[in-house]
């Protein structure tokens, strides 16, 4: 199955790929690497996923909001690619930022969304290595970031 019929299998609306908004590149090819700027969390009608894990958001809504990063990654890639993902041949690693309390500990279930989404596209040339790290803040109040780095044929 190509990577367009995976996202179309699993019913993954992908958002439209956001330009920067800052001094920085939405992505950047460097060699055969892809590098995808962070993805903030926005949920289908373009709403901010705001809020702090561990103190308003649980474990579960922090998924659905790497997710949707997962899949703004994906947007951001394709319109790099010109909506050609076959030029992937494979994720090398997603960087995941939770926006949690002192006390939260669950960071990487969280960014598992983002990981699970990224292997349900790809298959196993979606399989990456990976970070998942806690922050006390990210921009805007949201409540989870990722980015990604892609290998091209």
Known sequence: MSFEENIEKNNFKLPVAADPV???VAAKEVGKLLYISGQISIDENGKLIKGKLGENLTTEEGY?????CAFSI???AKKYLKN???KIKSCIKLTGFVNS???FTEQPKVI????????KIFGEVGMHTRAAVSTNSLPLGVAVEV????ELN
């Open 22 to 24: 800052g001094s920085y």
């Open 64 to 68: 659905k909001a790497a997710i949707r």
């Open 74 to 76: 994906v947007s951001q």
């Open 84 to 86: 050609d993902l076959s």
């Open 101 to 103: 309390t002192d006390n």
């Open 112 to 119: 598992n969304g983002a990981s699970d989404t990224i292997v």
């Open 147 to 150: 980015d990604a780095i892609f």
